[in-house]
């Protein structure tokens, strides 16, 4: 038998999803990550223009600007960086573990930048007033520099997890690295952050004292040109969503109604807002108080978080596409679950465990552990018991060993008929508000069913031609 | 050579150890300054009534306290990184056991950077003393729970006896005479850390103005008192890890000695230059040499750590790991941008401290 990968001490967080966890650090992460990336490159197109004598004002603006970024990107950005990999140990330790495993020089590298970024932004920050133009311009380009390298290198792992490409087959970094999804999602993600940066630009100008109104509106037409480069998104949105997997592009187009939402969420603030950018402040040189720049700031932020929402869902049924599944159990890890079982190696005891009336039921708990908690909790956001509550216990036994064709973007259950005979105890035990007495199921006949809706649903993923094949009789 | 840990072990193995060693060593570096920095100012918030300029240590301290906790955070990357691949299955069970202690270090660093910031705002100053004092010591509770909380997560990695107590684990550092033990080495470290960087800071134009002799009085004072808290945390640590021989065994063993000697070395170096009168001779000369120590200690306190956790971690077992990481590559990329790129670091400080000190 392969060697068994370690099983973790896992928690759950009450009634909130572990996706939605880590989803929301990672929101605020991507937001405040492309406002320092962004920033970079604004602040040395305002240099540049400082240095060349064209704009007297933006000496000052670069100064103001750069306060904010160190404030709010410097100190919650990095940190929420570190979060992510606090969150994600607790959230699927075994997944950001892979993660870690295959690209951990890639990581030590992008730290290199961000030491630069992080240097010669305090050096900027602590010394840039008194500095003359030259030197301000190359700690600003060294930051910026940088920290669009930060970008460089974290993208590539990011994308590697939906389009690992030609990883599948060699399993070396640069193949997973520069993956399909790279070059789009990269430049995509550089014009988000120009952007994210110009839109934070227009409060700051708003916000800083001593500019006269047609000072403010001069910087804030400087500060559209930074929005320009969304002309270029749909594009790349297009030429990304065409590297995506055929199944995770179905999912977007219908195939999973909240998916589809999301992706008009995201598409649909992205071009009010592009529109007003274009239209509005390049074209039409409109002026832009604070209180609207924070509208827009605001919905900029919600077309980050919806299209996150998005590249994290569209992965499904996997974390690591063809590698690793949502519930970090690998497609040949399935096939021994599905003879030796999965859930009954885990030594980790349930935090209530001896309020548990018999063993399945334990049992039962540790399936739900490992294999669904990562997706759904119990009772609260994406709940089971809510999902399958209406289900007979027919219904639940074989929904649940039919998982993968259930939904298609379920992982195959991972596990041997007794194992999902206890996930449905523990179902029903709980969804019947956890009684002291519960009688141990013993039904040799629907082991004999499950068994065979197993063996029915095979062990491959329900999206591919593989596993249509398997169906076949 | 090849008896001195890390290079006692496979070369893969090795070099991890050795990137993790390293950098921890320098995320330490800056959590020295952090650590005796915070408790300056909360003893400073406490002891006089009306916070001002008088004192330069507080000065300086108060004035650099948020970018040092910056560089300890970009330094910490590091090492996070690397013990999750020297020690994944370890580290990661340690961070699930002590799940919320664990998510929490996230808004303590948050808060302590604010806290820190607002101590350097001149708004500060004139605030009454219960409020400063309160400021000053939330902060330094944050920095303590960080620190400690780290301190936990390391005791977790390395007794796996303690993760069969898992629904309910201990609150506490894991063995209490141990933890207070590694504490005092810590904190003493600390204080002569950070008491090295104020010197350097002080005597550096631009960056803390001309060392006065009151302050100069002061450091001394506070060099001596972390040389003598060394000296008594040292001989603690040992008198308690006596009793327990396998660690005292890892501690003693021959691959962890010469981080041992380094530290004794570091110790001499640091008290030999201790300033003794205000307008030393070679100030600066002097200055540099202790900030060298200082680093030494740190790159001691590191060999010694990691080398106490590898007894425990069975090797041998991870090697095979190690290996097949390894086998990944792109490490060539990673040496060749971590020399271009300590090379724009300096360049970025050259510039900074060069305009800086001319305008001094």
Redesign the interface.
Known sequence: MDRLP?F????DFGPLMKGMVIGGMGIVHVFLAQFAIGGGLLLCYFQRLASGGRDPLARRFIDGYFKALV?VS???G??????M???A??VS?RT??VM??????????E??????E???G??????GV???DR?RM??LA?YSV?AWFSLFWINGILSWQLTPGAWVVR????SGFFNPGFWPSLLYRTASSMTIAALIAFIVINAMPGFSSDERRGLIRRASNLMLPMLFMPALAVWYFLTMPADSRSWLLGGSPAMSLFLAGAAGSSMLLGGYALIGLVRQRLYINGATATTLTALAFSATACGEFVREGSRKPYTVREALYANSITPEEVKIARVAGWAGRDP??L?D?SAYPNSQLVLGGKVFRLQCGVCHTLDGANGLTHLVGTWSIEQRRMNLARLQHTKPFMPPFAGNADELEALVQFLGWHGAGRPRNWTRSNDEAARRSIQGWLDEAGTGPGTTPAAEAEREP | MSEVFPFNFPVETAVYLF?LTLSWALHFFFVGYVVAGSVYLAAASLRRSNSGDADPIEAVVRDWMP?AL??A??????P???V??VY??E???A???I?TR??L??PA??TA??LF?VQKTKRFANWRRPTRAGIALAALACVFFVGTTWMRVHWLTVNKSS?ED??NPPLDFGNGHQALARGGVFFAAAILLGSAVVRAQLGSPGIGGSPLSGAARRLSRIMGFGMAAMIAALAGAAFVYRAWPGPWMALTARADQPYWVLMLVAVLIFGVFIPSRPEAARARLRARAQLLAAFFIAVALAGIREGLRSRFAMMSTLHPRHFS?AE????A??AA??AV??A??A???R???S??ER?A
């Open positions: 370690a973790y001490p896992l928690n404030l410097f100190v919650l990095a940190l929420t960086g570190v979060g990999w606090l969150t140990i607790q330790p950001i573990g870690v495993d295959e690209f951990h020089w890639v990581w030590a590298t730290w290199t930048f961000f030491c630069v992080v240097v010669a305090y050096a900027f920050y602590r010394c008194r500095l003359p030197s190359a700690l060294m940088a399993r070396t970094v640069w980790y005891p935090p465990e | 990137l970018s910056g560089a955070i970009t330094a910490g990357v590091a996070l990184l690397f999750q691949v994944q299955v580290f990661y069970t961070g699930l056991l799940s664990f998510m270090i996230l660093l948050i950077f604010y910031y993760w898992l629904g990481l990944k590559g792109g490490w990329v990673f941008f971590a790129n300590a724009c670091i360049a970025a400080i510039i900074a401290r305009r800086c305008q």
